[in-house]
């Protein structure tokens, strides 16, 4: 209900002193009283429930959200009630008196109803210094000891006793009381008339989202200096996210490729490729699970368990882990439990997952044109008579027109009779097995194509697999523990039919509060999986012929699709995996153990240790009994490894308030770990007397048949670091941090390296001065510089020479008897090199964090500067040297780029909430130097005009391109068909591609005055980089009636290009199109009859010199990766069957994919391409 808002000025504010005023406010307070009286309507105030909800707002806020939705007018004294006190007020159905005990408990205000009327009053208290008592609590009722109250502005104050009472005396009621405690929010209460303070001390939360995890600790949001992103799994849980690269895939700076087997997952990659060194996950991130190093794969982790992940992407914000951080920073967070009842938790999800993009062979019909036009590529030439470039023109078949055609489609000039009389055919033999043998069929595949049989392989590759996931959690917590436990089962089909996974995850993760000052606790995560299938060969099996045959008369799968009149049969999968055997899994106890001691002055000792067991087996056998098979190439192959790290911290925490808006964080960091890898591998060939047992009997394998080999490694590294925050009123930050490494795998003279790092950040919107705070309510400016090591290497001997058993050396020797004697010798390939180095990032950021309109828009925009330096290369060695290459630091790699971020609750009401998220990221990646050799610039006539930095042609690295550059020849077109002159003068014909060229000086002039292209490196082109510079993502969510909820997901890359041969045609690699009946890709190419200028004529060839010259394609896409619809039923439903939600919701995964100029399957992964459906069920109870 409106009402005027000056009726209170009018009657209750009172400007003067004294006995005067005194008596004027008693009769106008007895006088108004009547007219209430008289007024009054009987029973409003008895019949009267409201249902309000309100966080901390103000007490006159209190009042007016009453009056608002009711008839109450308030009556009171302004200077005598605190007004401006912070309430909380949560009610359903109350009358009004208990909203009011509500409002003023704790205070000296009483109240007075009246029917629609009310009138405050307060006891008249003195305003001279006395005593203030109260006690402290948490949320659930217990008494805080330790609590620091402080008088604002001052340091006088006082500390909760064990019962969490305290008493501070000479306490003004113009004064604020403010109570600190490590862990719980900083809260100030003015005094005003009270006597009595009683507070409960609200969790600093990381659940909801306000705490980031930074490496070795949490940090607010509001304090953070350096590049961050947070994502949440909870906010996309509709979308059923199978793998934690699910999760992340959208974040900006980051980039997740796509993995479309039933495992999931695919490479991530922040802010670039920083090192031309590409081994052992060199320019991988870094993995951090629960604050400590996680050594294995993301698929060991649940995604159901994940409470948080945090993306650390500047130098800064990852320098705390120094040494293996220069290609920033993952920190996965997993769930615990809350405080209340045990929360049970249970998941279904079922789905099914089919083949979207890939690259499709010919149908029946097209497969036949197209041998027909395959054969038919030979004849073509210049017509004589009419000057036009035609088939059946040149070859033996120049005199044959329509020789391969089909019958039914001669040309009007050939009879049916001419074209039989081509060839000796059989008495009373069919028009179209004439046909099929000039194509090349003969036996099965000439039966089978005359009585109309063909076979899909594409569908007995592909399947519509059927996906399992299933999980249930139990949490909980109360005053000294927390606990969370949960159980998985995953069992994933992938599109491709022998592709399978299949895993058992099991996490539980417990802490505990012995007492006061000493904490324990410990995460366990277990996984069990299957990780491998008998694979199956798609392109060999796809490349069968549609007339070849798949089974035998009873059904059963045959060897070889082809009789035995064809030199290559082809290949049948499901033939063959009869007599294979796989068993390939990992087996992983993954555990993080920690205590914590609380010390005097808000000082805590944290150790934390984290063993990791992994068990990997491999077992694989191919019988002996596989027709045509030689028992001494065929046996079983066991292999098993096993791996043990450990890692752990001992860190030092110092947290400080002073002067009330001083804050300080120290934190000192003492860390060590070990990796050791132990792997053995048999492989027994000639299993006798019989192979039945498999590869659970290979001792019986013929010692000249078989090989045994084992491998070891072991790894250790140290380092110490302190960090420094400082926060001044929440205005000013700094961030600042040194860390010391070691790693076992550099050179004997560098094994330490230093990595420092400082951050600065400026909460500008904090200002008074800020003008503009009524609309942008969030403002932070930030900048940061620091170092990070990189100690990824696939060999952690790289720094040591290396001896091996050189295969067929042997090394001769005269024995006493004068026999020659020969043994195989070992030799070193390696050279050592004691010098070998940490690779280093440096890397500045400046970052601002936005708020305009109380947070309904956030973001922030982030540019970044890295040069990673001393780049762990292969050097070349002069042969003289007796050795290749070393491997050592040289080279320079820079990443600049840009990072936008942008959410927004575009609509908020009870019928429909409306969010949107946006994500834009842009890199660009160069490589400043290589060797530091340089090289002589010529000119057109071979002089010398200057130098340059040589470039690695080899491997395709140039100073001053990206390290994903193309370079190459550019294709302009196809030649065609009144194109024959010019294109005999590049040796080509109508049909070849057309191949620029650039650079003419060193072409040949022949006497005749004619002109010989000549291709060499010198007309190669910089066509664009494979890797994507630009990156951006869209979601949107629509939440209706706060019960169903609708999401879509959409992520492009784009900027970047590829090569590709495909439009060449060249497709009879090892005879197979003549030999093998093989079906190939579908794909357009070039006849006469079909003048494209985008691809090719059966097997084209490009110029000499670069017959092989590709086509430079758009790799560009932009993908709809997800649509998900959730529905969470009424309360008043679940609530019969005791449970507290229930929600059901479905979800299409990689729902469609547009790209301009990619044709050949998937854009993203070049090839296959999956869609998942899903529909799942979630209870908590």
Known sequence: MKKNKDFHAGCLIFRYSGQIVLKMKLTSLFFLMGVIQVLALNGYSQSTKLTIELRNVSVVEALQSIEDQSEFYFVYNKDAIDLERKVNLKAKNLQINELLDQIFEGTNVNYQINERHIILSTLQLSQNNRTILGKISDASGAPLPGVTVLIKGTTKGTVTDFDGNYSIAEVSSDEILVFSFVGMKKQEVPVGNQQTINLVMEEESIGIGEVVAIGYG????????GSITQVRPDKIADENPKTVQDILRGTPGLRVGMNTSAKGGGPMQIRGQRSVYTDGGHNDPLLILDGMIFYGELSEIN???ISQIDVLKDASAAAVYGAKAANGVIII???????????VNLTTNIGLTQKSEYRERFGPDAYLQHRQDWYTKNTYGVNDETGAYEAYQSGVYANQPGFFMRPDQLPANVSIDDWKAYTTNEAGESDRSIWAKRLGFQANALENLLAGKVVDWEDLAYRTGFNQDYNASISGAGERANYYFSMGYLKNQGAVKSDEYEAIRANLKMDAKVNDWFEIGANVNFQDRTDGSIGIDEDYF??????????????NPIQYPLSSEYSQRGYNYDFQKQYLELEKGYTVLNSILKAKVSLPFNISYTFNASPRYQFFYDRYFMSADLPGSDPKSRGANREQAKRFDWSLNNTINWDYTFADKHHMVVTLVQEAEERQYWQDRIEARNILPSDALGFHNTKNGSKENSTYSSYDSHQTADALLGRLFYSYDSRYMITTSIRRDGYSAFGSSNPYATFPSVALAWSFTNEDFFPWGNIMNTGKLRVSYGENGNRSLSDPYVALANLYEGAGKMQGYINSAGELELMRYLMANRLANPNLQWEKTASWNLGLDFGFLENRITGSVEYYD???????MNQRLPEFTGFPNITTNLGQVD???????????NIDNDQLRWTTSFGFSYNKNEIKHLYYEDEDILDADGNVIGTKEMDDKSNGWFIGQPISTIWNYRVTGIWQADEVDEAMEYGQVPGDPKVANNYTADDVVNEDGSVTPVYNDNDKEFLGQTAPPFHWSLRNEFVLWRDLSISFNIYSYMGHKSLSGNYLN???DGGRMAYALANVHAKNYWTPDNPTNEYGRIEAKGPTGAEGAQWLHDRSFIRLENISMGYTLPKRWTSRFDLDRVKVYSSVRNV????????YGDPETGGLATRLYTLGLNLTF
């Open 218 to 225: 949490t940090m607010k949001k509001s304090d953070l200096t």
């Open 542 to 555: 796809m490349r069968n012929s549609p007339y070849a045959d798949y089974t035998d008369e009873m059904g």
């Open 1066 to 1068: 060249n497709d009879d």
């Open 333 to 343: 967070t997993t769930k615990k439990g809350k405080k209340g009842k045990p929360v």
């Open 303 to 305: 995604p159901d368990d």
């Open 1152 to 1159: 469609a994919v547009w790209a301009k100029d990619w044709e």
């Open 895 to 905: 990443n600049k780029g840009v990072e936008l971020s942008l959410s927004s609750v």
């Open 866 to 872: 890295m040069s990673t330096h001393d780049m762990i």
